[in-house]
């Protein structure tokens, strides 16, 4: 069956840095492409980033322009988020998803915490 693993959330001060990797099993990663959303406490799922299954092209939304990257190892079956300069605004739990805009199946999630 399908398996999304998040790993690498933790805390971090304001303008601190973290990545984040998802571990997928279970479906031919290569052939899929994958984002990552996320939600803050008492907010709705936001979409942040998404890469097209051959990793030629990506998309990012406007708040974290500039500060976040995504990529994939598709030999590891494995997305990545690179974040740096993290604000407070951008705690929440981050998922990866099996598809560009975060609509389909997640993982569990991975938490991140922006706080001094």
């Known amino acids: 069956q399908v398996q999304l693993v998040e790993s690498g959330g933790g805390l971090v001060q304001p303008g601190g840095s973290l990545r984040l990797s998802c571990v997928a099993s279970g479906f031919t990663f290569s052939m899929y492409d994958m984002s990552w959303v996320r939600q803050a406490p008492g907010k709705g799922v936001e979409w942040v980033s998404g890469?097209?299954?051959?990793?030629?092209?990506?998309k990012i939304t406007d708040s974290v322009k500039g500060r976040f990257t995504i990529s994939r190892d598709n030999t590891k079956n494995t997305l990545y988020l690179q974040m740096k300069s993290l604000k407070p605004e951008d705690t929440a739990v981050y998922y990866c998803?099996?598809?560009?805009?975060?609509?389909?199946?997640r993982g569990q999630g991975t938490q991140v915490t922006v706080s001094s």
């Open positions: 890469i097209y299954s051959d990793g030629s092209r990506t």
């Open positions: 998803a099996k598809d560009l805009f975060g609509n389909s199946q």
